[in-house]
């Protein structure tokens, strides 16, 4: 089980989030560690392939690029 923790560096991750989850492309959930907001992406299931981690990768960063 593979669970990828980031925080978006410069940006409202809150932004992001709802950005990301609004393409309907790849999923990600968030939860609060020291009282900051963190960003959740799980791609650890045996249907995940390297592609579908890559494209999520990529989604994420175009949504984070174009805010």
């Not at 992406?41 to 045996?46: D, E, K, L, M, Q």
């Not at 392939?49 to 960063?61: L, Y």
């Amino acid at each position: 089980l593979s669970l990828v923790c980031f925080r978006w560096n410069g940006g409202d991750n809150k932004l992001l989030l709802d950005a990301v989850k609004k393409t309907g492309k790849c999923f990600i959930i968030h939860t609060k560690l020291d009282g900051k907001m963190v960003l959740r992406f799980a791609c650890g299931g045996i249907e995940h392939t390297r592609e579908d981690v890559s494209n999520a990768f990529k989604v994420i960063e175009t949504v984070a690029k174009n805010i």
